[in-house]
Structures are given as C-alpha cells and as structure tokens.
C-alpha cells in the first residue's frame, strides 16, 4: 500500500477522526501538523494538483477567515488560495489526506475511506 500523508491539527475533531481510521486500518502514514510545519509554496501547490474538487475548498472560511475581512471570492483559483495560505496557514482546511496521486479533504473524516 502507499504512504499516506496527513496534513493534521490535533485540536481539530475531524482532524483526529481521520487520525483514528488510518491507525485500525493500519495504514502507512506521515503526520505532518500543518500549523507546527507549515506548508511550502511546493507541498501546497501539489496537494491543489491533486486535490478532488475546487481549489477554494482547500481554504476554511470560518472566524479567522471573517476577522481577517476576506471574501471568499478573492480566494477561487491556485494563485490567490496559496498566497492565502502560506500568510495564514491556520485557514487551511482540514484534514488533508494525501495518497499517490489524489488528495481529498477529509471532512468528515469518513470520506478518507475513498482513498483505500
């Protein structure tokens, strides 16, 4: 099976729920906490060429988002959502899962499941 890399925030539960179904279904896995190691230009640009669905759902449009006094519609395309990101890397959504060549966000964590 592939290594499997999780962009995870231990405070986030849908963050720790995709944690849980990687461990019983004893999957290979990286950690990597985004908001510790905060995610290159690069690392953020392939998970965008491999993310199912829009690139603006990479962003999380929530209270730091608002008190920020951004509009989601400035974020819609690669360029916009990883200069966004590399400044505030805590609007990343989460989780991501990464396995070869397709990465989903994994919320709920249940939708991680499609990965196997």
């Known amino acids: 099976m592939e290594r499997i890399t999780l962009y995870h925030n231990p405070a ?4 720790r729920g995709a944690l ?6 004893n999957a290979d896995f990286d950690i990597i906490e985004y908001l510790k190691d905060h995610p ?3 690392a953020l640009g392939k998970i965008i060429d491999i993310l199912d669905g829009p690139v603006a ?3 999380r449009k929530d209270k730091r988002f608002k008190e920020l006094g951004l509009n989601p ?3 819609a395309d690669r360029k916009s959502v990883v200069a966004l990101l590399l400044a505030h890397p805590e609007l990343m959504q989460r989780p ?6 397709r990465a989903i966000i994994a ?3 249940e939708k ?3 990965l196997f």
């Open 12 to 15: 986030c539960g849908n963050s």
């Open 20 to 25: 849980e179904i990687l461990r019983r279904r």
């Open 40 to 42: 290159t230009r690069e």
């Open 57 to 59: 759902d990479l962003v």
């Open 73 to 75: 519609a400035d974020y």
């Open 96 to 101: 991501v899962v990464i396995r070869g060549k």
């Open 107 to 109: 919320r709920p964590p």
């Open 112 to 114: 991680l499941e499609a």
